[in-house]
């Protein structure tokens, strides 16, 4: 996969106790290097200073909250670190693999605690979570669906210690729910198969093509609802207003902008996607206010403006994407989901009428058409 220029993309591996974080980590290092990529490990802050001695139990609550707050701000300071080591490669595209992101800190405060460090700090979710990071992949524990291999280490995988992870997981799931680019990769597969779904789910998300052995995983599919769902939903979730454009492109290939966001504040995406050794190959990338300004100048006019309500919302582990257009099509909706099952549970809050993944007539391309 060639670039134009070099890429610099920043993912956090985040999960429950027990995951397989490490090795996800290492392999991924291994096969990106191995594709001539610059990999940074950005190590886990809170890792780094409960090995100093601090212990939660001993903190009192406001001990606690301000604790969280400065671990935020430590890992936040490393991040930095990182991101600007890898501004400086002119040569090479760089990887940056987070052990865990911000959005983990709030899995360990109660709403209203978390809400108040976002105030005080002038942070928004949007700029902790969304612009911050372009890809998140959240590994199960083992605790959910592999409790063989749930060990904690003195091995003595006790109940409580089941039930903890369980819990921890869930937590940390919820606390990245709102993000565009956000994958679950449970433990439906053998551990070996697990971490090389991993790979696969970045690199498919970068647009980079792998050798086979990281091919077998997961599609995208879309189901069209037979009306929109009550609102608001019945479970936590993050909306938001989006809005497509298709540029003007050469033979073979679709190039869209988007801007994503709420509450006035607003992410912006370059997408283009081509045919490549017979696959269709998309390349995503970050673009700042001005940057995004200066492509609307290509708006294809045989296409309309796509505007669209986003939910984001997860469900039994698997994370949805539930999309209510309102121009064009008004109230047509479909929900979609990266997933390797052939069996997907769904809420019973949404009225399916069938799946639409193959359908040509239900691609945005087409649906935009004029």
Known sequence: ?????????????????????????????????????????????????????????????????????????????????FFRLASGHQDKNVLIVCDRGTMDASAFLEPEEWKLIMKKNGWTPLLLRDERYHHIVHLVSAAQGAEQFYTLENNAARKEGLELARELDIKAQKAWVGHPYFDIIDNSTGFEDKVNRVVETIARRMGVQLQDRF??????????????????????????????????????????????????????????????????IETRLKVLAREYQALEHQIDPTHHTILKER???????????????????????????HTIKDEISFPDFLALDREVTDEAEFSMFNLSKK
């Open 311 to 337: 939910t984001c919302f997860l469900w039994m582990s698997q994370y949805f994407q539930l999309d209510r257009w309102i121009s064009p099509h008004k109230n047509l909706c479909v929900v979609e989901l």
């Open 1 to 81: 996969h060639t670039h134009t220029h070099t890429m610099i993309h920043r993912i956090v591996l985040t999960g429950g106790p027990c995951a397989g974080k490490t090795t996800a980590q290492n392999t991924i290092a291994d096969v990106f290097e191995a594709l001539g990529w610059k990999v940074y490990r950005v190590p886990e802050a809170a890792s780094v200073l409960l090995c100093a001695g601090v212990k939660w139990p001993e903190l009192t609550p406001e001990q606690a909250s301000a604790f969280q707050e400065d671990l935020l701000k430590t890992m936040m300071q490393i991040e930095e670190t």
């Open 215 to 280: 091919a077998a995983g997961a599609k995208k599919r879309k189901f069209l609802l037979k009306h929109p769902p009550q609102t608001p939903i019945p479970v936590p979730h993050e909306s938001f207003d989006v809005q497509s454009n298709y540029l003007v492109s050469p033979e073979g290939t679709q190039a869209r902008i988007r801007k994503r966001g709420n509450n006035g504040e607003f992410t912006y995406t370059h997408t283009v996607r081509s045919q490549q050794g017979g696959q269709a």
